[in-house]
């Protein structure tokens, strides 16, 4: 039942935070979006009692700097904040690494990549496609940016991956499903802002992202039922 109700307070916060995508009401949205990411690390929190504490210390360090990142995107329109909404991001998916290979190390198996590494291929090409795609819309600064960004938003899922046949197979399915939204989300941003208008980017976009950091975080949970 307390779950059940906890679910409930987090559809209002979505879906009032997709009205406000949808409406372009930054009121809305300035009091739905940082909600989000609050009610994802309170939930978690709440039933991480049992987890390894270093699982839980980098979980909530990653969700707060993605906070971090919604709160600094919510201004993206100027440059400046765009900028450091990456770079609040970019620290999230470096902390998520950390986070999925200390998942891996806790199961004592061996990492699902070092058996298989062709599965890094897709990855590879995948980012070679989109940053040969942008590179051209980009001044020298953003190349750079871009670049070290997807590297690391890839090498995080890439560790989702990693995480197969390390656990309970549903957390692997919640956390990799999660960690492909999350590229997606941020495909879409990229796309949205240097080379073409998404319709209803917004929507789709802030979708794809709360669902990515959801699963996540069940994902995580799940692996320590």
């Known amino acids: 039942m307390k779950k059940l109700l906890l679910h409930l307070v987090f559809v209002v916060i979505v879906i ?32 991480s009692k049992n987890i390894d504490k270093k699982v839980v210390k980098l979980a909530l360090t990653g969700f707060l700097f993605s906070w971090i990142g919604d709160l600094l995107m919510m201004f993206a329109a100027e440059f400046t904040f765009f900028v ?22 806790l199961s004592g198996k ?59 197979p549903i957390s692997f399915s919640l956390v990799f499903a999660g960690s492909v939204l999350f590229v997606v989300s941020d495909s879409m941003i990229a796309v949205n802002r240097f080379l073409v208008e998404i319709p209803y980017e917004g929507l789709l976009i802030m979708t794809s992202y709360i669902a990515a950091q959801y699963l996540i975080m069940l994902g995580l949970l799940k692996q320590y039922e």
Request: hydrophobic share 60%; glycine share 6%; no cysteine.
């Open 84 to 105: 450091l909404g990456i770079a609040s991001f970019l620290i999230a998916q470096i902390v998520y690494i950390f986070l999925f290979l200390r998942t891996i190390d």
């Open 110 to 168: 061996m990492p699902f990549l070092k058996k298989k590494p062709m599965w890094l291929i897709p990855y590879m090409a995948f980012g070679l496609i989109v940053y040969i795609i942008l590179f051209p819309h980009l001044d020298n600064m953003l190349r750079i940016a871009i670049f070290v960004y997807m590297v690391a938003i890839l090498s995080m899922s890439a560790m989702a991956l990693n995480r197969f046949g390390n656990g309970h």
């Open 16 to 47: 009032a935070d997709l009205v406000g995508e949808y409406l372009h009401d930054p009121q809305i949205d300035h009091i739905a979006k940082p909600l989000i990411l609050i009610w994802i690390a309170g939930y978690f929190l709440i039933h």
